[in-house]
């Protein structure tokens, strides 16, 4: 991969670039109803707004370890990721993913790339920061589902957080007993990071943003580019919505009643509020009981947020950590978000 001293990897941009212009041109060729607005308006603004946000993280984990407020940034969750071993740098994302998932990840490959953590720490700090994730988007989602689905969505979202936290506590107590000791505690100066920077510590600190920023985001860019633009012409011909159809279909026929078959088709084949809006209609009707709508809701979760993780995640987490290291934490995440919904049903189901 050619850089000049900047650290830039033209060559490879340019292909990047190259192949980027292809799958556009080909989609708007190709796809009848893509139009040039269209993609402007739900590719690029949002593929320029995606960039931003790893750019901002990647900037805030150059300026938190330059300026050494890690462990103030990590405090809040401090306890919990010493009993992990995964320490304050791992701590700090986890607090950013309460911000931003995006900027979080960037921030995880920063401290990466500098030898701050481990790769198992990324790893587990990565899965860690689904709780975050889910706290992030439930201000959202929790006052539109409990006015639609009232007891049943209340229920729903206990058995979701439920297995949110299952898995963090697996995670670190994994990470206590597998987990080596955190790069940063065997190697930081004693007291260097308590400091805050003075003016020539400034000055020297943004230098050192401006001189490895561009080389770092072009090296993202590079992979989040082509990508994005591939996820996006793969969603815009359909294929996202046809695996998700038919995973609701084979689920719905297989393991729950067909009462609820509307419930996950609509909940998680067509649009995430029709689906509770039915769901809640249909309680109310009496043609589905609170146990099979939670149940019903479960069962679309699982069915469904692995495909959309894949749509709206993969390109930010090729490009971040990498094609190889990105797609394994996205499906080891996804993975074990699915084991962990699956368990908290099965024990629902069998205790009610």
């Not at 670039?17 to 893509?34: Q, V």
């Not at 986890?94 to 931003?100: C, K, L, N, Q």
Request: aromatic share 12%.
């Amino acid at each position: 991969m050619a850089r000049r001293s900047d650290g830039i990897p033209y060559r490879a941009l340019g292909i990047s670039l190259a192949i980027s212009t292809l799958l556009l041109t080909a989609g708007l060729l190709a796809i009848e109803h893509l139009t040039l607005a269209h993609a402007t308006r739900r590719l690029l603004w949002p593929l320029t707004r995606l960039l931003g946000f790893i750019g901002a993280g990647l900037v805030a984990g150059q300026l938190i370890e330059a300026a050494g407020w890690t462990r103030y940034l990590a405090v809040l969750a401090g306890p919990l990721f010493r009993f992990g071993r995964l320490g304050p740098h791992c701590s700090a994302t986890f607090t950013t993913a309460f911000f931003s998932g995006v900027a979080a990840n960037a921030m995880l490959w920063e401290f990466f790339k500098e030898g701050r953590i481990t790769r198992r720490q990324l790893f587990l700090t990565n899965f860690v920061n689904q709780l975050p994730a889910y706290f992030l988007h439930l201000p959202t989602t929790f006052f539109i589902v409990i006015p639609l689905t009232g007891r049943a969505g209340a229920l729903y979202f206990l058995l979701t957080f439920l297995a949110a936290l299952l898995r963090t506590l697996f995670f670190l107590v994994y990470g206590r007993f597998r987990a080596s000791a955190p790069a940063e505690e065997k190697t930081a100066p004693a007291g260097d990071d308590r400091r805050q920077p003075d003016g020539n510590r400034w000055k020297g600190l943004w230098q050192g943003i401006r001189r490895k920023f561009p080389a770092r985001l072009t090296q993202v860019a590079v992979y989040v580019v082509p990508i994005y633009i591939a996820v996006f012409l793969v969603n815009t011909v359909g294929l996202f919505d046809q695996i998700r159809n038919w995973l609701a279909h084979y689920v719905v026929t297989t393991f729950i009643p067909m009462e609820a078959l509307s419930v996950v088709i609509l909940s998680f084949a067509a649009e995430f509020t029709s689906g509770f809006a039915t769901a809640g209609a249909l309680l109310s009707a009496g043609v589905l009981t609170t146990r099979q709508t939670v149940l019903a809701l479960l069962i679309g979760n699982l069915v469904a947020f692995p495909i959309r993780a894949l749509r709206h995640q993969l390109p930010h987490y090729m490009g971040i950590f990498a094609p190889a290291m990105g797609a394994q934490l996205l499906l080891m995440g996804q993975g074990f978000r699915v084991l962990s919904l699956a368990a908290v049903g099965a024990v629902y189901f069998l205790l009610t």
